[in-house]
């Protein structure tokens, strides 16, 4: 991981540095993932757990980062470029034949004022318990289109895509495919005919087991005879 931010660009000129960036961010990361939602909150559980830090990183900093440090840096970052490093690394750690759950959430707490609340389409891996990637769109129908963006991002390869009905899309189905992939879809009442033609070929595929089960039986007789 500190590899791994060791490739984001320093926003800061190079004088009077007194933290390294990545140290700032994987504090940041982790105090973030322990439930911190606020600067000050981030530099709190950094010195709440200073100890554990330094002996976890092998360094012998005196000082965690103040919160207006922390302020000062993330918000120069690169968001884009920080979240397709993160999610690189993290698709790196997923294992052939996982399955990956793609789905839209409305974020409670997110409305603005006169405006509509925010909406996540994210792709969530099963093994990992953990979101692999994640894109804001403006509203649910939108995550047709939207989908198609991590798709281009993420290896699909030997991995299973499960979606709701919504994402039963025939260019969504495409694009697995193209990428080597397989999915798990969804059809309701309101896609009448595909999901006829899954009953369909479901009877079909009954029949012919039966067919070949009688098939069987009867040159078992005839074998006997």
Known sequence: MIDILKQIEDPRQAQGKRYSLWFILIIAIVAVMCGSKSYS????????????????????????PCASTFYNILSK?????????????????????DAIAYDGKTMRGTRKR????????????????????QISVESKTNEISAIQEIFKKMNLENKIATMDALLTQT?????????????????????????EDIDFSIKVEEK??????????????????
Do not use: C, P
């Not at 490093?85 to 790196?92: P, T």
């Not at 006169?114 to 990637?133: P, R, W």
């Open 41 to 64: 909150k981030i530099s709190e559980w950094g010195k709440n757990h200073k100890e554990i830090i330094k002996s976890s990183l092998d360094i012998k900093t005196r000082k965690i």
């Open 77 to 97: 970052i690169d968001v884009k470029v920080f979240e397709n490093i993160i999610y690189e690394y993290i698709g790196k750690k997923v294992d052939k034949n």
């Open 114 to 133: 006169g405006g509509e609340f925010s909406h996540l389409l994210s792709a969530f891996s099963h093994k990992l318990a953990g979101t692999l990637f």
């Open 171 to 195: 260019e969504i189905a495409k694009t697995i495919i193209e990428k080597k992939g397989d999915y798990v879809m969804i059809a309701k009442d309101n896609q009448l005919e595909l999901k």
């Open 208 to 225: 012919t087991k039966i067919n070949l089960q009688k098939t069987h039986i009867q040159q078992k007789k005839g074998m006997a005879e």
